[in-house]
């Protein structure tokens, strides 16, 4: 049984708070006191006690399609040796699906596996109170921006740029009706300028999850940031990708009311597994789909810091994704697959059979 089974609510997050704390007491040269990644499990908010929320059923919830992405012709990838889990017949190029690999500023990733991801994400840039952002904090003071992003483009990859975590807890001021237009404005020319493709969300705030099912607030910030990015273009030319992190089985109901202004859903599904017929995906993807989030615009989270995925689980998790229509796997994080298997990517390299590069 999962350990979210088992445990309340906020006995998980505390769990979780102390197993990513001892881990990051491991990294040499970081000195963090707290410190919760993107892949945190939130707890259910207040007036919530007892379960998640009551599934929200909406039909079958439609969205706009994912924008198409770089039309840079790829590296050929290579059949990778370490999936136990590639199916008889490989998937044709058409249900194929993106893969995203996090890259967190103060675990930084020595080497990427480019073969295996479509999308590499940088986390993170945060929320202030104010219309400012906090573009120095999480590690990212020692990041040559700039020259991250080149790599990634010179790989042909998509760039993306994460703010939030579950330590930014100024979203509510950032983007309350005196700030938000320029807080808009700032974190959209901070993509453009840097030359990101897209941005992620990773809205954690307790103050807006104490609210509703769904938050007025948190709506109207999200429908202004995709308005505002989708109106201008990346310097590719494309629309740029706006993506939202979901902390499932709970957060759904959170993003229905903006589902179809938003391209991709990563699915915060850390700890699931394919092991029993992947069931505890399958419970996560049925009740955020219930919730109002479209499956189509779903991407499966795997969590290699806490819980480590069995043996040849990864392919099968990709596998399962493209079983059941979803747009595709993220990995948290790039770094600390290659520090479980020394050096190499074992996890991500599974992945392979199921991505298609951009341009496919």
């Known amino acids: 049984m999962e350990l979210r089974q088992e445990m309340s609510p906020y006995k998980e997050r505390t769990a979780k708070m102390r197993q990513r704390l001892r881990f990051l007491g491991t990294i040499a040269g970081c000195c963090i006191v707290i410190v919760c990644m993107a892949g945190c499990k939130a707890t259910i908010p207040s007036g919530k006690a007892g379960g998640s929320p009551t599934p929200q059923s909406t ?5 706009t399609p994912i924008p ?8 050929k990838t290579p059949t990778p040796g370490q999936s136990t889990a590639t199916p008889t017949v490989p998937p044709s190029p058409s249900n194929k699906g993106v893969s995203v690999g996090f890259d967190v500023a103060f675990d930084l990733a020595t080497s990427t596996p480019w073969n295996d991801i479509t999308e590499d994400n940088l986390f993170a840039i945060q929320t202030t109170a104010g219309s400012s952002l906090n573009t120095t904090g999480e590690g990212l003071s020692n990041v040559n921006v700039p020259q991250w992003v080149a790599t990634v483009h010179a790989h042909h990859r998509l760039a993306m740029i994460t703010i939030g975590g579950i330590a930014d807890q100024h979203w509510e001021i950032a983007c309350n009706n005196t700030y938000r237009s320029a807080f808009v404005t700032n974190l959209v020319n901070y993509m453009k300028t840097n030359g990101f493709d897209g941005i992620d969300l990773d809205i954690e705030d307790d103050t807006w999850s ?3 099912p769904p938050s007025a607030a948190m709506t109207t910030c999200v429908e202004a940031i995709t308005t505002a990015a989708h109106a201008t273009t990346t310097a590719a030319g494309a629309r740029p990708l706006i993506s939202e992190d979901v902390t499932t089985p709970w957060m759904g109901s959170w993003m229905a009311p903006f589902q179809s202004y938003v391209d991709q859903f990563n699915l915060m599904t850390y700890g699931d597994t394919c092991a029993n017929q992947c069931a505890s995906f399958a419970s996560d993807i049925q009740r955020t789909y219930s919730q109002g989030v479209p499956k189509a615009k779903m991407v499966l989270g795997i969590d290699d810091i806490d819980s480590y995925p069995p043996a040849g689980d990864c392919g099968k ?3 399962y994704a493209t079983q059941q229509g979803l747009a595709g796997v993220m990995v948290w994080d790039i770094h600390q ?7 190499s990517f074992a996890c991500f390299d599974q992945l392979a059979p199921y991505v298609a590069p951009p341009g496919v």
């Open 59 to 63: 039909g079958d919830p439609t969205g």
């Open 210 to 212: 104490a609210q509703g």
């Open 317 to 319: 998790i990709a596998n």
């Open 337 to 343: 697959d290659a520090v479980h298997n020394n050096g």
């Open 68 to 75: 198409g992405q770089s039309t840079s012709t790829p590296t």
